[in-house]
């Protein structure tokens, strides 16, 4: 079975500056996608940023980046020059693929979620 | 503008009526979920299909609750008889997920609805 855990529930940054949010996952699989979602006030889910397991490269998104370390089974993302949207719920989302299929194969298991707020 | 559809969006029911949410999957994606986001328990994985079979409803209380997918552009997640413990905010979500002969997968991420607030007096 897999698990995401969030260890930080709340996080506060001031506007213009960097902030760095934790997740790791526990599995064996070794064929993985992970992910990081926002959900601002609306509610409405919105992918932030998505990492292959197998690319050693971290992704970027704008002013969004991971951290990825695969040995550690860390996926932390940084928001730089944070900006008064970014204040939201983020989850942190793991999905496993390989071909042995199974029940796991496609399952998107999602972390307990850190609440970011932005400060003026 | 391809979204995922979700009806309703509110609702607010008496203990003990059936309840029922739908989902329209975006057209073209293979896998849909159910997820409840409470409080207390984050985004908790109620079920989810793959070209409509179930594959995983371990985290579904199985006396009260029942998903299907009657076809590939409906899926229903029922609540009989209804709880006000099972007040919370449900999310349907899809995307596509596929093995490759050679290995790796091709994955989109999940794409979700606006989720159904339910209230349960």
């Known amino acids: 079975a897999q698990t995401v855990t969030q260890s930080q529930p709340e996080m506060s940054v001031q506007e213009a500056e960097t902030v760095t949010l934790s997740c790791t996952y526990d599995t064996s699989e070794s064929n993985y996608y992970l992910f990081w979602y926002k959900q601002p006030p609306s509610r409405q889910m919105i992918l932030v940023i998505r990492q292959e397991a197998y690319k050693q490269q971290n992704a970027t998104e704008n002013r969004f980046s991971v951290n990825f370390q695969k040995a550690a089974k860390s996926f932390s993302l940084k928001i730089s020059d944070s900006q008064l949207g970014d204040t939201a719920m983020y989850f942190c989302a793991f999905m496993p693929y390989n071909n042995a299929g199974g029940t796991s194969y496609g399952k998107l298991t999602f972390g307990q979620g850190t609440i970011l707020t932005v400060h003026p | 503008d391809a979204r995922v559809t979700q009806t309703p969006r509110h609702k607010v029911t008496e203990m003990g009526q059936e309840v029922t949410m739908r989902c329209q999957p975006i057209?073209?994606?293979?896998?849909v979920f159910w997820y409840r986001q409470t409080m207390m328990q984050g985004l908790e994985l109620l079920a989810y299909?793959?070209?409509?079979?179930?594959?995983?409803d371990s985290g579904m209380p199985k006396d009260r609750f029942s998903a299907e997918m009657p076809d590939a552009t409906l899926a229903t997640l029922k609540i009989q008889p209804s709880e006000p413990r099972d007040s919370a905010v449900y999310f349907c979500a899809s995307g596509f997920v596929s093995k490759q002969s050679r290995g790796g997968g091709l994955v989109t991420e999940a794409f979700f609805g606006q989720g159904t607030r339910l209230t349960v007096v």
């Open positions: 057209l073209g994606h293979n896998t």
């Open positions: 299909f793959r070209n409509r079979a179930p594959l995983d």
